[in-house]
């Protein structure tokens, strides 16, 4: 039987590396709470990331939670329904109303022509998703955030060590939440991070990570508990010396599924961008079904009877969720709606070998079910 080839892998150091990486935590027997690590890890990925100022936290959920409490939003916040359910959560989460703005047909981020129409006098803020790695129109969002008076928070989950114009991506916008989660580029096993530069802000934040404490008898904000510990730290320190290498595998992947992927009718691939340094973090296929004879359920449930899994991701759109049926207006965004039906990501990680790209791509030329496989089971 061919083995299993699964969409993602986490990528890690040797364990002597690690293990020679957390020793010190053993003789300080300090593990969390803004510790060695954490001061050398929030050093270390400032300067990587090229930003002004950055705030680890204990996931990228609550980078983006923690973010929205500590600029005192109010009211509404303009976002994009093709995400993971982390950013529209976000919003609902910390008590404001997000309402769905289309994406673009080909970079999956937000339609910024579609964008101004939506703004109310009970607007505050923008938060749009740099999609697969793929940035928004970060120029015309600062226009019009610019225009409107409103804040811009980027979720930058998907697009570590990026730059658009040489200019790290975590630098645009009022802030920008990194996650570091064990399925992203880069890994600190479960972080995250936000990016700013208005000081008072970050003391606020600050603050907010920890319960809102101020000092030992003040506390000023209603916090809540999003720490980033040392074992996480020491990880984050891990990888980092090894992500340059890790992305520069990741293209050698990417460009086989282009060669391979290109010309297929019916397929759609993510394009390239202009004057964007691209960290190869996804790998998604739009599937036409009238031009490429299945639909992306079938080439999905095909895959996998070849022991292939992939993942439809983004589907469903964050405004269809169960949980928002009857509580949001899910509004008007055929394009997403079009591209969640359509879309699959295939397996993406450093140490895919081309020898199972190709396979992968043989397969979807030549769309067939394992048969043998079916029968097994
Ligand atoms: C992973 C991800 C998040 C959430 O990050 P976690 O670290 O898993 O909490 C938010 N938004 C997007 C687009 C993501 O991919």
């Not at 916040?77 to 982390?86: D, E, K, N, R, Y």
């Not at 940035?135 to 990026?162: M, P, S």
């Not at 207006?329 to 295939?346: E, R």
Request: proline residues 4%.
């Amino acid at each position: 039987m061919e083995k299993k080839i699964l969409v993602t892998r986490s990528s890690m150091p040797s364990l002597e590396e690690y293990t020679d990486e957390i020793k010190d935590i053993w003789e300080s027997h300090w593990l969390t709470n803004f510790g060695k690590k954490h001061a050398e890890l929030t050093e270390k990925l400032t300067e990587y990331l090229g930003v002004k100022k950055l705030q680890l936290t204990v996931n990228g959920h609550m980078a983006i939670e923690l973010a929205l409490t500590a600029m005192g939003l109010r009211g509404e916040v303009i976002t994009t329904p093709f995400t993971f359910a982390s950013t529209t959560h976000a919003i609902i989460r910390t008590g404001l109303k997000p309402v769905f703005c289309d994406i673009n047909p080909d970079d999956c981020t937000m339609d910024v022509s579609k964008l101004e129409s939506l703004i109310t006098d009970k607007t505050s803020a923008i938060l749009p998703i740099h999609v697969y790695g793929n940035i928004c129109d970060v120029e015309a969002i600062e226009d019009i955030a610019k225009r409107h008076h409103l804040k811009v928070i980027y979720d930058a989950a998907h697009t570590f060590g990026e730059t658009y114009k040489g200019r790290g991506i975590g630098s645009f916008g009022d802030v920008s939440a990194f996650s570091f989660h064990a399925t992203k580029v880069y890994n600190t096993i479960e972080g995250g991070a936000v990016c700013y530069t208005d000081e008072e802000f970050g003391r606020s934040l600050y603050e907010l990570v920890d319960f809102g404490i101020k000092d030992e008898e003040t506390v000023t904000g209603v916090g809540s508990n999003a720490k980033f510990n040392e074992f996480c730290a020491a990880m984050g320190l891990c990888n980092l010396r090894h992500v340059d290498a890790e992305i520069a595998k990741r293209q050698k992947v990417v460009e086989r599924y282009r060669e391979k992927l290109k010309d297929i009718p019916g397929l759609g691939l993510k394009p390239v961008q202009k004057d964007v340094k691209d960290n190869f973090a996804y790998f998604p296929i739009f599937v036409d079904p009238q031009n490429y004879g299945k639909t992306r359920n079938e080439l999905c449930d095909i895959l996998a009877s070849h022991g292939i899994y992939t993942r439809k991701y983004f589907y469903p759109l964050t405004s269809d969720f169960d949980c928002y049926k009857g509580v949001l207006d899910p509004g008007d965004t055929p394009v997403a709606k079009k591209t969640a039906s359509q879309v699959l990501t295939l397996p993406l990680f450093a140490d895919l070998s081309l020898d199972d790209v190709d396979r992968i791509c043989d397969i979807i030329n030549h769309p067939v079910d394992d048969l043998s496989r079916r029968q097994s089971k």
